[in-house]
């Protein structure tokens, strides 16, 4: 059963007349994701409809196809016709299955082809229109409130927040997905709406999953809790990332997300921030200064208006003293104290065998003599040293030749070959070994240790240096 596009002006005078059958997919707006055509005169005696029953189109119907759709013939369970370009097309019985959609790929074609076949229609056919444009106003929340580590505030807080989220079923290999994993089947089913698909709770909690892996994004990134708003393209790109591999094979795709208010801390996080700001606030010595002026201030208020014996000259003087004393306290409220700078080591000093420190020649403990400096020697490499083996080379102390070079075990970029930890010939380090991660919560290990996801598939930890084996 196949297609053959219609000339234009086809449809001019008398409908009925010219094609057997008219369908199309009627209104279909921004909140349905498949629409169930419908005939255009199902109630004409005109049609030539010969089985009498809505599960039959005859051959030689016409099919129209609006802009932004994509038209699926259905017959017996079985996708035979795929058109996402719009016009109107001939039902062809003696046709092979027709793919017509200019701007998809030849690789997602040979995908479409696997759900299509040939032959004539059986009793059970219809046509359904798929949506190919965004679909907003998708609402979400977050009934538990989640956690978020604030690196301006170097703490974790818990976080909600609510709003909508937008979907598309971008072409027409995304909607022949979205028809067969996703969509009731039969003669019998009806429109899909996009409220209807995520009022299930597996995707909400896909959705809300997803929106954890967005929201440790940006904690990595750098991002406050207070700035979440303003980078909602990028938690969107983040969270559509989070959910490809479950929603694109199910034929569609975040495009956007959109808060509905400001993203809230829960009571305990609000309290234990409005802490830190507090205390934050009270180390600038500005303001340590303003809150001592302001305690002295209030004192010598009260000090002034004392009304017991001697009366205002009592409080005066108290006010006199008081000042004073507030001056001294506000001349030396923050002002640095100076730090002791530790002792030096005297250079002279040396530790006897008894254990005792000093600085003459003889022990003050036990009397002992202070120890000759040790004899230096030129070694046959050239190094000078102290003790009995060269530092340089091992050689021993009074051999003629110099001891055997340890092996090479590392080639520098420019070309030298060394043992040591720094080129001798460019001076530049020696490589460090490649670093192999493992996932400190659950313990998942990528299939290239040394090159790792952005997050762990099996629990959503975020992989950095903590999941260095």
Not at 121 to 126: A, G, L
Request: charged share 20%; aromatic share 8%; glycine share 10%.
């Amino acid at each position: 059963m196949g297609l053959i596009k219609a000339a234009i002006g086809s449809l001019s005078g008398t409908l009925a007349d010219t094609w057997k059958e008219a369908i199309h997919c009627g209104a279909i707006d921004n909140k349905t994701l498949l629409k169930v055509g419908t005939r255009m005169h199902s109630d004409s005696a005109r049609t030539s409809n010969t089985k009498g029953t809505d599960n039959y189109i005859s051959n030689g119907s016409l099919i129209n196809v609006e802009a932004n759709t994509c038209m699926l013939t259905i017959d017996n369970g079985k996708i035979t016709n795929v058109v996402t370009e719009p016009g109107q097309y001939k039902l062809d019985n003696s046709s092979a299955p027709s793919i017509f959609a200019g701007d998809i790929k030849e690789s997602a074609k040979e995908l479409i082809r696997r759900f299509t076949y040939g032959g004539t229609p059986s009793t059970e056919q219809k046509v359904v229109y798929i949506n190919l444009q965004k679909i907003p106003g998708i609402k979400f929340g977050t009934p538990v409130a989640m956690p978020y580590f604030d690196p301006h505030y170097n703490t974790t807080v818990d976080l909600r927040c609510f709003g909508t989220f937008e979907i598309q079923i971008a072409d027409a290999e995304m909607a022949v997905k979205f028809y067969t994993e996703v969509c009731a089947k039969g003669v019998n089913a009806g429109d899909v709406y996009a409220n209807d698909i995520f009022a299930n709770e597996q995707y909400k909690g896909e959705f809300t999953q997803a929106l954890l892996a967005g929201l440790n994004a940006l904690s990595s990134k750098g991002v406050m809790y207070a700035r979440i708003q303003q980078e909602l393209p990028a938690l969107t790109a983040e969270t559509r990332a989070a959910t490809a591999d479950n929603w694109q094979q199910r034929g569609f795709t975040i495009t956007n997300i959109a808060l509905g208010g400001p993203v809230t801390l829960d009571p305990k996080s609000e309290k234990r921030l409005a802490a830190r700001l507090e205390a934050d606030t009270q180390l600038d010595p500005s303001v340590q200064r303003a809150m001592m002026n302001k305690s002295i201030a209030a004192g010598i208020e009260a000090m002034g208006s004392n009304e017991g014996s001697g009366g205002g000259m009592m409080g005066v003087m108290g006010m006199g003293q008081m000042m004073n004393m507030g001056a001294n306290l506000m001349n030396s409220y923050g002002t640095p104290q100076p730090t002791q700078q530790p002792m030096q080591p005297d250079p002279n000093a040396w530790k006897c065998s008894c254990g005792a420190t000093n600085t003459a020649n003889f022990c003050s403990n036990c009397g002992n003599k202070k120890p000759a400096p040790p004899e230096s020697w030129t070694c046959s490499c050239g190094a000078t040293n102290t003790t009995n083996f060269c530092s340089n080379c091992g050689a021993k102390k009074g051999s003629a030749e110099p001891a055997a070079s340890a092996a090479k075990d590392w080639t520098c970029e420019c070309g030298s070959v060394n043992s040591t930890k720094f080129c001798a010939e460019c001076g530049k380090p020696k490589p460090a070994a490649p670093k192999k991660y493992k996932c400190d919560k659950c313990g998942w290990v990528p299939a290239d240790p040394e090159k790792p996801p952005k997050f762990c598939p099996e629990c959503g930890d975020l992989f950095d240096e903590n999941d260095v084996q």
